[in-house]
Structure formats: structure tokens, C-alpha cells
């Protein structure tokens, strides 16, 4: 089986659009039996997506990676059952429904990494990657490995909906009902754009100390977006909602919350004037603005960074690297979160790390790889975007952890600056650690109230500048989903409390008054 295979439809009414795409006619290399279980928009039956083979083939393959040397081999073999619905101007624009299988061998002698991957799982084919895998260790000392052994992990996930339950139909509806509340709310928005997508991911983990896991992970990711027009201008709104989890994401959070507060972003930025430029105190509510430390510090704090010597904590292990209110965690075991899963990509049990306490950095986050090299732990932090990618060290769902502060004591005790209700997302160079991000929605402060919105702005600083000069965290930990790119895409949450930032550079549209 090749890939992912694709089908596209442009503009057709709901009742065609479900017989047409969710019935047939997608070129899916699969049995007749599965093309059924995976096409109707009927509830379907039961879809395992997760492949079985042999242990002995695992044995095998991992016999052969290291038949020239090396100290560690693992395979990594991946199923995954995907939809991607779009909703744009009100009508169904697309749907993309693939199943993506495939396997990676990897090869690890001393600091070097050997890797070849295949998407047609054979044994000979597993057996060809491996020797292409095993060239990297040639010359090196023999590993002698364990047989593989089936292991279990304590489970963070859990499901009330089996997405694979769930008619087609139903996912489209939860779409019109977004897209009807979005254009309800205000006049002034005059465009939705939704998009869905889940999927099961069914992974197997098979290496040379002897580890054997699989599991099945659920994944939805749901966005909306909406244009607001007014005033001369125009603003595009989004919100997100995310979760391993079944189809009772929509119970807990509904569609139309999701439309709303999209729709209210939107509406109140069409009133934005532009934003001063200058050093300033920089408010920022609790939720997704915790994307800023993500980037800024998060990415530092990875073991390949701090391996090669590159990053801006290298060598600063239990050393004060912020202040005193400025704890940071990376939790991979919050219960179906985005960043969840049960085990990392390399089966290390997901777990709590704290990375930084109350001002002092303790640990890094590694994968296998960098916890040889650094001799330190494995903090469960090994991720990889698909069967073709190599396991590098990635964040999960990090945060600042909640302080003392009431969040109105804090903005009340802010005379002026800038208060942050979302970000876009923004860059670090994990070498320098200077940091910029773009505000989708901000306000000015004056004397202790959020005011005027605006627009233009930027944050611009240093990571070591900004953990430093936080010197209020609140009480009110919140949490968005996210994309976190690292030349391979991973899924993430990022979260924080509201916190105050004194005197960071504010990039904006016009001089400051």
C-alpha cells in the first residue's frame, strides 16, 4: 500500500457531496472490505489500525540493523486512518481521505543515527531497510540484542466515541452548525472557513533492549476561522479545538462556542487602531500565549541543541536562568491533551518534567539519542511526524505553571503597555535565543484597564530577558492546540497563566505617545 491516496470535490450540495465522497469513488489501494468499513457514511464497522506482525520479524529486523555494529536498533511501523473535511463560503470545497502506512528502521553507534524507512511492510522490505540502516555502524562494536518482549504503558487517553463509530455525516454537521453560528453572530463577519480532521494513528515500537508496545491513538484537530469586514477594514479571526480524544470533543466544547469566540475576535479588531512602538510592560491572558515561552524557551531547552553545545542554556543546569515566579513544565501525561500520548515514539512512558523551578533550570528534554549523549535521563520527549521521519526531541504540552496572582490584581497594578489576548505564533533562534511574534488580538493599558484594541503588534526580545522580567504569574492556568514545526510537524498544546512581562520590546505601527 503506497501512501496516502487523495480525492478532491469542489463545490457540491451536502446531499451529493456525502453520496459521492463518502460512499466511493476513492482510489484507495485497500481491501474491498476495509474500503467499505472506511467509505460509508453509515457508522461503520470497527477499523484496528493497528498492524500485527510477528515478534519473531521484529527480532529479526533488529538482528540484522546491528549485524554490523552499533549499540541500539529499533523499528517503528505506523497505520494511519485520516479524514479532512473543508467548509468555505458555506459549501463542502474538499475532502481528503487517506490511509498512510509505513516502517522506519533505525540504526544509533556512538553519536551517529543510520535510518531507512519503507511504506510497503514486508519482511523483506523491513529487512532491506535495516541494511541500508545498519551501513551508518559499520566497523563499530557488535550489540548483541534482546528479543522483544510486548509491553504495556499506563494510558492517558481515553475515548467515549470511537471516531471509526462516528457517520460521516455527523462530522459535517458539526461543521454547518460552526459555520452557522459564526455568520449569526454579527453582520460584519461575512465569511467562515471551517476545517475538520481526525484520525487513528495505530503504532507499533519494537527495539533492541528488548521493548515491544503498540497502541492506537485518536486525534481531532477542528478550526474555525471567520472574516469581519468594517470600518475600512477587515479582520480575519480563528480558534482552534483540539484533542486525543473521540468524537465527544463536540460534548464538552460545542462548535458553536468554538464559531463565537472566533466570530467576537474577529468583530472587536475592526475597531483596532495602530499599535505604539517601544519598550513596555506586556500583560498576556492565560491560554495560548503560552505559545511565546513554547518558542522561546521551550525550543532551547531540547537535548540536540543542548548536545551540540548550541543552545542559549548549554551548561546552565541547576543555575537561575529566570525569576523567582517562573516555573516551566513539559507534561506529556495530561489526560488527552493534543501533546499526549500514552508513550513517546520511541516507547519511553510520557511523564511530568519540570524544566525549570521557580527561577533554577533542571532538566532538559531528551530523546534516546541526546540521553546518551548528555548522560541523563530519558524525559519521554522523542517524537517523530510520520514512519519516514527520525524520533528527534520535541516538546509535548509545556507551560508556565500557575502562581498566587489574580489575574485582575495584575492587570489593576499595570499602569500602561500592552495586554496580549492572543498571539499568532512567532520564531527563536534556538543559537541566540531572540524571539519575535506577531499579536493577532492585543489593547492598550491605561492606568490599570484594558482599552483601546490594537493592531501591528509585535513582541520582539531575548528568552533569557523575557523569563527574567516576569514578575507576576496567575492563578488561572489555561491551555490552546497547536502546530509545532522542527523541520517536522508535531502536535502540541501550549499553555499559561496570565503573567506580566516588565519592559519588553514592542514592535508597532506607529511611535509611541
Same mark, same amino acid.
Given at each position: 500500500?503506497?501512501?496516502?491516496? *487523495?480525492?478532491?470535490?469542489?463545490?457540491?450540495?451536502?446531499? *451529493?457531496?456525502?453520496?459521492?465522497?463518502?460512499?466511493? +469513488?476513492?482510489?484507495?489501494?485497500? @481491501?474491498?472490505?476495509?474500503?467499505?468499513?472506511?467509505?460509508?457514511?453509515?457508522?461503520?464497522?470497527?477499523?484496528?489500525?493497528?498492524?500485527?506482525?510477528?515478534?519473531?520479524?521484529?527480532?529479526?529486523?533488529?538482528?540484522?540493523?546491528?549485524?554490523?555494529?552499533?549499540?541500539?536498533?529499533?523499528?517503528? /511501523?505506523?497505520?494511519?486512518? !485520516?479524514?479532512?473535511?473543508?467548509?468555505?463560503?458555506?459549501?463542502?470545497?474538499?475532502?481528503?481521505?487517506?490511509?498512510?502506512?509505513?516502517?522506519? /528502521?533505525?540504526?544509533?553507534?556512538?553519536?551517529?543515527?543510520?535510518?531507512?524507512? @519503507?511504506?510497503?511492510?514486508?519482511?523483506?522490505?523491513?529487512?532491506?531497510?535495516?541494511?541500508?540502516?545498519?551501513?551508518?555502524?559499520?566497523?563499530?562494536?557488535?550489540?548483541?540484542?534482546?528479543?522483544?518482549?510486548?509491553?504495556?504503558?499506563?494510558?492517558?487517553?481515553?475515548?467515549?466515541?470511537?471516531?471509526?463509530?462516528?457517520?460521516?455525516? $455527523?462530522?459535517?454537521? %458539526?461543521?454547518?452548525?460552526?459555520?452557522?453560528?459564526?455568520?449569526?453572530?454579527?453582520?460584519?463577519?461575512?465569511?467562515?472557513?471551517?476545517?475538520?480532521?481526525?484520525?487513528?494513528?495505530?503504532?507499533?515500537?519494537?527495539?533492541?533492549?528488548?521493548?515491544?508496545? !503498540?497502541?492506537?491513538?485518536?486525534?481531532?484537530?477542528?478550526?474555525?476561522?471567520?472574516?469581519?469586514? +468594517?470600518?475600512?477594514?477587515?479582520?480575519?479571526?480563528?480558534?482552534?479545538?483540539? $484533542?486525543?480524544?473521540?468524537?465527544?470533543?463536540?460534548?464538552?466544547?460545542?462548535?458553536?462556542?468554538?464559531?463565537?469566540?472566533?466570530?467576537?475576535?474577529?468583530?472587536?479588531?475592526?475597531?483596532?487602531?495602530?499599535?505604539?512602538?517601544?519598550?513596555?510592560?506586556?500583560?498576556?491572558?492565560?491560554?495560548?500565549? +503560552?505559545?511565546?515561552?513554547?518558542?522561546?524557551?521551550?525550543?532551547?531547552?531540547?537535548?540536540?541543541?543542548?548536545?551540540?553545545?548550541?543552545?542559549?542554556?548549554? +551548561?546552565?543546569?541547576?543555575?537561575?536562568?529566570?525569576?523567582?515566579?517562573?516555573?516551566?513544565?513539559?507534561?506529556?501525561?495530561?489526560?488527552?491533551?493534543?501533546?499526549?500520548?500514552?508513550?513517546?515514539?520511541?516507547?519511553?512512558?510520557?511523564?511530568?518534567?519540570?524544566?525549570?523551578?521557580?527561577?533554577?533550570?533542571? *532538566?532538559?528534554?531528551?530523546?534516546?539519542?541526546?540521553?546518551?549523549?548528555?548522560?541523563?535521563?530519558?524525559?519521554?520527549?522523542?517524537?517523530?511526524?510520520?514512519?519516514?521521519?527520525?524520533?528527534?526531541?520535541?516538546?509535548?504540552?509545556?507551560?508556565?505553571? *500557575?502562581?498566587?496572582?489574580?489575574?485582575?490584581?495584575?492587570?489593576?497594578?499595570?499602569?500602561?503597555?500592552?495586554?496580549?489576548? !492572543?498571539?499568532?505564533?512567532?520564531?527563536?533562534?534556538?543559537?541566540?535565543?531572540?524571539?519575535?511574534? @506577531?499579536?493577532?488580538?492585543?489593547?492598550?493599558?491605561?492606568?490599570? $484597564?484594558?482599552?483601546?484594541? %490594537?493592531?501591528?503588534?509585535?513582541?520582539?526580545?531575548?528568552?533569557?530577558?523575557?523569563?527574567?522580567?516576569?514578575?507576576? %504569574?496567575?492563578?488561572?492556568?489555561?491551555?490552546?492546540?497547536?502546530?509545532?514545526?522542527?523541520?517536522?510537524?508535531?502536535?502540541?498544546?501550549?499553555?499559561?497563566?496570565?503573567?506580566?512581562?516588565?519592559?519588553?520590546?514592542?514592535?508597532?505601527?506607529?511611535?509611541?505617545?
Amino acid at each position: 500500500m503506497k501512501s496516502v491516496r *487523495k480525492y478532491f470535490v469542489e463545490d457540491i450540495p451536502r446531499r *451529493k457531496f456525502l453520496q459521492m465522497s463518502l460512499k466511493g +469513488g476513492i482510489a484507495l489501494a485497500a @481491501t474491498p472490505a476495509l474500503m467499505t468499513q472506511l467509505l460509508s457514511c453509515k457508522k461503520p464497522a470497527s477499523v484496528d489500525s493497528r498492524l500485527k506482525l510477528d515478534p519473531q520479524v521484529y527480532n529479526r529486523t533488529i538482528q540484522k540493523a546491528l549485524e554490523k555494529g552499533g549499540e541500539f536498533a529499533d523499528v517503528y /511501523v505506523e497505520n494511519r486512518i !485520516s479524514r479532512n473535511i473543508i467548509m468555505e463560503e458555506s459549501k463542502f470545497k474538499s475532502a481528503v481521505f487517506g490511509i498512510n502506512q509505513g516502517a522506519g /528502521v533505525r540504526v544509533i553507534s556512538g553519536d551517529k543515527t543510520g535510518f531507512a524507512f @519503507t511504506d510497503d511492510i514486508t519482511e523483506e522490505n523491513l529487512m532491506n531497510a535495516a541494511e541500508v540502516a545498519s551501513y551508518v555502524a559499520r566497523g563499530a562494536d557488535k550489540f548483541i540484542p534482546v528479543d522483544v518482549k510486548e509491553q504495556n504503558r499506563e494510558s492517558y487517553i481515553t475515548v467515549s466515541l470511537p471516531l471509526e463509530d462516528i457517520a460521516d455525516d $455527523k462530522r459535517l454537521e %458539526v461543521m454547518q452548525r460552526a459555520n452557522q453560528a459564526a455568520l449569526d453572530y454579527d453582520p460584519k463577519i461575512k465569511m467562515a472557513f471551517i476545517s475538520y480532521y481526525d484520525e487513528v494513528r495505530g503504532r507499533t515500537i519494537a527495539n533492541s533492549e528488548g521493548l515491544m508496545l !503498540s497502541d492506537e491513538l485518536p486525534l481531532m484537530f477542528f478550526i474555525v476561522q471567520t472574516l469581519g469586514v +468594517g470600518n475600512n477594514t477587515r479582520h480575519m479571526g480563528r480558534e482552534r479545538l483540539s $484533542k486525543h480524544s473521540g468524537f465527544e470533543m463536540f460534548d464538552l466544547v460545542t462548535p458553536e462556542e468554538v464559531a463565537r469566540t472566533c466570530a467576537r475576535e474577529s468583530i472587536v479588531m475592526l475597531e483596532a487602531k495602530d499599535c505604539p512602538a517601544g519598550k513596555m510592560d506586556v500583560v498576556m491572558q492565560n491560554g495560548w500565549g +503560552g505559545v511565546l515561552v513554547h518558542e522561546a524557551v521551550g525550543h532551547p531547552l531540547e537535548g540536540d541543541s543542548i548536545a551540540k553545545k548550541i543552545g542559549v542554556f548549554t +551548561g546552565k543546569l541547576g543555575q537561575k536562568v529566570a525569576s523567582d515566579v517562573f516555573t516551566m513544565v513539559d507534561d506529556g501525561s495530561l489526560p488527552n491533551f493534543r501533546g499526549t500520548t500514552n508513550f513517546d515514539d520511541e516507547g519511553t512512558q510520557m511523564k511530568k518534567n519540570v524544566l525549570i523551578n521557580k527561577g533554577v533550570l533542571e *532538566k532538559y528534554m531528551t530523546d534516546i539519542l541526546s540521553a546518551k549523549q548528555l548522560n541523563m535521563e530519558r524525559t519521554g520527549n522523542g517524537r517523530r511526524e510520520t514512519f519516514r521521519h527520525l524520533p528527534i526531541p520535541r516538546m509535548t504540552n509545556t507551560y508556565i505553571d *500557575k502562581g498566587a496572582d489574580k489575574p485582575e490584581d495584575i492587570l489593576a497594578s499595570t499602569k500602561g503597555g500592552i495586554y496580549v489576548q !492572543s498571539l499568532s505564533g512567532g520564531s527563536v533562534n534556538s543559537t541566540t535565543g531572540v524571539f519575535n511574534f @506577531t499579536c493577532r488580538e492585543a489593547y492598550l493599558i491605561e492606568n490599570g $484597564k484594558k482599552t483601546t484594541p %490594537v493592531k501591528g503588534a509585535t513582541l520582539i526580545g531575548n528568552c533569557l530577558d523575557i523569563v527574567s522580567n516576569i514578575d507576576a %504569574v496567575g492563578e488561572d492556568l489555561a491551555f490552546g492546540p497547536g502546530i509545532c514545526g522542527k523541520g517536522q510537524m508535531a502536535e502540541v498544546s501550549a499553555g499559561q497563566p496570565t503573567v506580566r512581562i516588565r519592559g519588553i520590546n514592542v514592535g508597532g505601527s506607529r511611535a509611541r505617545g
